[in-house]
Structures are given as C-alpha cells and as structure tokens.
Nanobody
Framework: QVQVLESGGGLVQAGGSLRLSCAASGSIFSISTMGWYRQAPGKQRELVAH???????NYADSVKGRFTISRDNARNTVYLQMNSLKPEDTAVYYC???????????????WGQGTQVTVSS
C-alpha cells in the first residue's frame, strides 16, 4: 500500500508563483521516477514534468523556463516550483510516483488525488 499526497495548489494571479509538494509514503523500497501531470477542463491529462532518482528531468515545452521540478529522496517527496504562471496553466495537477516495494517487485505507479491550480488573468 502506497499513498501519494499533493499540496500547495490554490488561486493566483497571472505572473505569480506557486510551489506544489507531493509526498509518497507506505510500503516503499525505492522510487524511480516522480513527477506531475495536469488536466484542464475538457482536455487530456498531459505530462508537466518528471524527475528520475538521480535528478534527470523532463519538461513539457509549455512550461520550460517557468517551472522547476526537484525531489528529496530521503523524504520521498517531489516539488514543482511554478513561476510566471499563466491562465493556461489552470488545471488539476496530479502527482505520480513509480515505486517498488522490494528489490524484486515489479514497479508500480501510484497517483495522488490532485490539487487545483487556478490562474486568473
């Protein structure tokens, strides 16, 4: 059993900043990739950013230069610093963690419940 919990969403004006946090807990031996997806009303869920256990990162083109993903492996936590927010960033942001419960277990991806980010113009 693994739990994934996001926090930090809210309402912000265009040009402002938010910092999202996501902590994974439970039966975890290791976590490979952690990251963030988002889903706006009427649109498909899309990758925002992800980060590997050794710090390799990928970003959606739409957020490059504005968002920064980081992680604290000791706390099984991933962060998303969002700067220069735009109205088109408005979405529910979902955290995911790809975990293994032991060295021989198959990796499994767990998802948080989502946190709402709303950017006003």
């Amino acid at each position: 059993q693994v739990q994934v919990l996001e926090s930090g969403g809210g309402l912000v004006q265009a040009g402002g900043s938010l910092r999202l946090s996501c902590a994974a807990s439970g039966s975890i031996f290791s976590i490979s990739t952690m990251g963030w997806y988002r889903q706006a009303p009427g649109k498909q869920r899309e990758l925002v950013a992800h980060i590997t256990s050794i710090g390799g990162t990928n970003y959606a083109d739409s957020v490059k230069g504005r968002f920064t993903i980081s992680r604290d492996n000791a706390r099984n936590t991933v962060y998303l610093q969002m700067n220069s927010l735009k109205p088109e960033d408005t979405a529910v942001y979902y955290c995911h963690a790809n975990t293994r419960r032991s060295s021989t277990a198959v990796p499994t991806t767990y998802w948080g419940q989502g946190t709402q980010v709303t950017v006003s113009s």
